[in-house]
């Protein structure tokens, strides 16, 4: 088991035996839930060029990027 220390912005790096183990590259999305009073993260499998998503995800992800841009300001 390894430790992190969480950063000023919530930020945590993963270490690198985990990343590479798991295939977490940069760039790579994580999905990331508290469940029993843990945080789950799960790497996301990136989109293949061409490949789509339904209406309600492309909502799901504009929704998510405009308040990443929102806290980031």
């Known amino acids: 088991m390894s430790k992190v ?3 000023r912005k919530g930020q945590v790096t993963l270490p ?7 295939g977490i590259e940069e760039g ?3 999905e ?3 469940k029993d009073g ?5 790497p996301l499998l990136p ?6 998503v339904g209406e309600e ?11 990443l ?4 300001r």
Do not use: C, P
């Open 5 to 7: 220390r969480v950063k």
């Open 16 to 22: 690198l035996e985990l990343r590479s183990k798991l």
């Open 28 to 30: 790579a999305i994580l």
């Open 32 to 34: 990331i839930e508290a």
């Open 38 to 42: 843990e945080i789950v993260l799960k």
């Open 47 to 52: 989109l293949e060029a061409g490949q789509s």
């Open 57 to 67: 995800e492309h909502r799901r992800i504009i929704e998510e990027l405009e308040d």
């Open 69 to 72: 841009r929102r806290r980031w």
